[in-house]
């Protein structure tokens, strides 16, 4: 399993009509599935996943040093 930033939640299933049904999903927070922006900002929060961020950062090519700047 890849390294998550956040626990795994499960998601309910909703109808047609919107109630919520007996099915459900899983939901897990790794970093290849969050949006660079929101990369941007946790790197500055969390120290522990820091590293793991930035590779991520500059596989995608961004350059977190000069939004470090900013």
């Given at each position: 399993?890849?390294?998550?930033?956040?626990?795994s939640s499960k998601q309910y299933i909703k109808?047609?009509?919107?109630?919520?049904?007996q099915k459900w999903k899983w939901n897990?927070?790794?970093?290849?599935?969050?949006?660079?922006?929101?990369?941007l900002n946790l790197r500055k929060s969390t120290p522990r996943k820091r590293n793991v961020i930035e590779k991520e950062l500059?596989?995608?090519?961004?350059?977190?040093?000069?939004?470090?700047?900013?």
């Open positions: 399993m890849p390294i998550k930033l956040k626990p109808d047609a009509n919107g109630r919520t049904t897990h927070y790794t970093v290849g599935g969050t949006k660079t922006e929101e990369l500059t596989r995608r090519g961004v350059s977190w040093e000069t939004s470090k700047k900013k």
